[in-house]
């Protein structure tokens, strides 16, 4: 090569600066695309305020979640006859304070909605890529074999699935996990098919890249666009069906202040003290809207047939 | 430089067979039928001919990319047939190829130090700091600045994705370049730019080109010898004075009577002739 010495060795320093704004451009243009969508802000924010809460709660919660004030049996809230405001929310038929219950308990549902999504996104990932990317039998095996899980109703499935393993936090997130994954390994599949025969693909073969780099680092951070959406549903999904668990029994046990867990107990007193059933639900609620607020306005940021080219 | 022979093709076919299934027999289509040609070292070959007729296909073979059905392939004396042998680093170092699009050549999430390093990393073992050296003589090499290497491909223009692309398979110091319709998806003025960054690559580096191209000006301008592709067949193999003087063959000749004139004596002609026919 009889070309130039590398007089730009120099300025190196130049040549890092150019890299990170090139990276720092690409997460601006993301976040312009995102913020358009104030749904999505507002979503946005009021999941940060839960994270920031559940990750604070021993000092934000007034209370032990599981300290029973025995003189205080289903006090109402404090802007009813008969609350004060030392519950704020009133308490249960056992004398726990559900403020402090519901900020532990959104521990729960953040942390179950994290491993759930972690599982679920990481085997769906693989076992998608895997099937994308070598087609045929091992194609057909694995579609048919997520087809079937598909055809359960999936609170069914999960609750089938609970009572083989036993009932229990961990177990329900197992299966939440199993019944979620088809959705990322069809997801991922037709991502992967769409990209695999793409010329920068066959560039990188010719390159000499090996199947385990064609598949990961090649077609895999081209394909994540709509599973990091996915991944945001999933993540209320999850939180959604670990509460359905929770009241029908098979979810966390009792006293843990898991939100599905609380209306279970509540149940038998809907029409006596509503505030019991009321503010779990309400918290469930306003989680997974916030979630699903946030996946959407990621959807914008992230589809490339909703933006220019 | 006669003689020097860098690239044998003899006798090459590619046959497509489709399953049978309930509906339909099993067929086969022969994309590409008893192709041969050589190309001596430094110089271009250019394969012409009308959409379909296995020029991709040839190019896909002689890129390693799909496995020929018979025939055989030599590069500077090394044979090549992956179905057999599989691919070495050896046969990848010799061969590279420049893709038609430029928009769907580069990896989006890839920024362009790592698309001009990726060749080297699987295939060598060099150090980072020498692959980034490299990478930026490289860059500069084909007419683009050292604060590109940090950009992602959809910073550039059509022009400058090209570029890249030629840089990346220029990056192992190939014997032979596969360049399949390397400009058909630029504009003119950039398409120019292009054939000249290609001429003086091949100057500087000796480098053997396969041009595969439907558009005949630019065959005239960069080839040293034409094939002229029909059906997956060669129907004409000569210089390009041979082919484009005095072409022989039936196709040929309707294929150069199919080129649109621009220049202006021609404009005139055929104005004059609208005149009269009015």
């Known amino acids: 090569m009889k070309n130039q010495p590398p007089a730009v060795s120099a300025d190196l320093t130049q040549l890092e600066k150019e890299s990170r704004s090139a990276t720092k451009a690409q997460l601006a243009e993301f976040w312009y695309y995102f913020s358009q969508n104030k749904g999505a802000v507002v979503g946005l924010v009021i999941f940060s305020a839960l994270v920031v809460v559940a990750a604070l709660a021993p000092w934000v919660a007034p209370h032990d979640p599981g300290f029973q004030f025995r003189e205080n049996f289903l006090t109402p809230p404090f802007w009813e006859d008969g609350g004060t405001t030392s519950f704020l929310l009133g308490t249960d038929a056992v004398g726990r304070d559900i403020l402090s219950r519901l900020i532990y308990g959104a521990r729960f549902s953040l942390f179950i909605g994290i491993i759930v999504v972690a599982v679920s996104l990481t085997g769906g990932i693989v076992i998608g890529l895997i099937a994308g990317y070598m087609r045929g039998i091992v194609d057909t095996l694995i579609m048919r074999l997520m087809d079937i899980i598909l055809s359960f109703p999936s609170l069914l499935l999960a609750l089938v699935l609970v009572a083989i393993l036993g009932p229990g936090l961990v177990n329900a997130m197992i299966a939440i996990a199993i019944v979620l994954q088809p959705h990322f390994v069809r997801l991922t599949r037709a991502a992967v098919l769409a990209e695999r025969n793409r010329d920068y693909v066959v560039a990188a073969r010719v390159a000499g890249a090996g199947h385990i780099r064609l598949m990961f680092k090649t077609i895999l951070p081209n394909c994540l666009a709509p599973l990091i959406v996915q991944a945001t549903l999933a993540f209320s999904n999850a939180i959604l069906d670990a509460a359905a668990l929770g009241f029908l029994g098979m979810g966390a046990q009792p006293p843990t202040p898991e939100w599905g867990t609380m209306l279970s107990e509540a149940r038998e007193f809907i029409l006596s003290a509503w505030w019991v059933v009321t503010f779990p639900g309400i918290a469930i609620l306003v989680t997974v809207l916030a979630i699903n607020l946030v996946g959407d306005g990621l959807r914008d940021a992230l589809d490339p047939k909703l933006k220019r080219s | ?278």
């Open chain 2, 1 to 278: 430089m006669s003689g020097d022979t860098i690239l044998k093709v003899r006798d090459l076919y590619r046959v497509y067979e489709t399953k049978a299934t309930m509906f339909r027999k099993a067929k086969s289509l022969t994309a590409v039928k008893g192709v041969s040609f050589d190309v001596e070292r430094g110089t271009t070959l250019a394969v012409v001919g009308e959409s379909g007729c296995g020029k991709s296909t040839l190019a896909r073979m002689l890129t390693m990319i799909d496995a020929q059905s018979s025939g055989s392939i030599e590069v500077d004396g090394l044979p090549i047939n992956i179905a057999k042998t599989g691919i070495s680093k050896e046969m990848r170092q010799r061969v590279q190829i420049v893709f038609q699009n430029p928009y769907g050549s580069l990896n989006p999430r890839q920024k362009i130090g790592d698309v001009l390093e990726e060749p080297l990393l699987l295939n060598t073992d060099m150090p980072a700091v020498e692959r980034r050296d490299l990478a930026l003589q490289m860059l500069q090499k084909v007419g683009l600045q050292p604060e590109h290497y940090g950009r992602y491909p959809h910073m550039f223009s059509g022009g400058q994705r090209q570029r890249i692309a030629i840089a990346r398979a220029i990056m192992l110091k190939p014997k032979l370049l596969v360049l399949d319709e390397p400009v058909s998806a630029l504009d003119l003025s950039v398409q120019a730019q292009i054939l000249n960054l290609l001429k003086d690559l091949q100057d500087e580096m000796g480098l053997t080109y396969v041009f595969i191209s439907h558009d005949l000006s630019v065959v005239r301008y960069l080839s040293d010898k034409v094939m002229v592709m029909y059906f997956g067949e060669v129907v004409e193999y000569g210089t390009r004075d041979e082919v484009f003087n005095a072409p022989q063959h039936d196709y040929t000749k309707k294929l150069f009577a199919a080129t649109p004139q621009a220049d202006v004596a021609s404009i005139r002609k055929r104005l004059a002739l609208k005149a009269d026919a009015a």
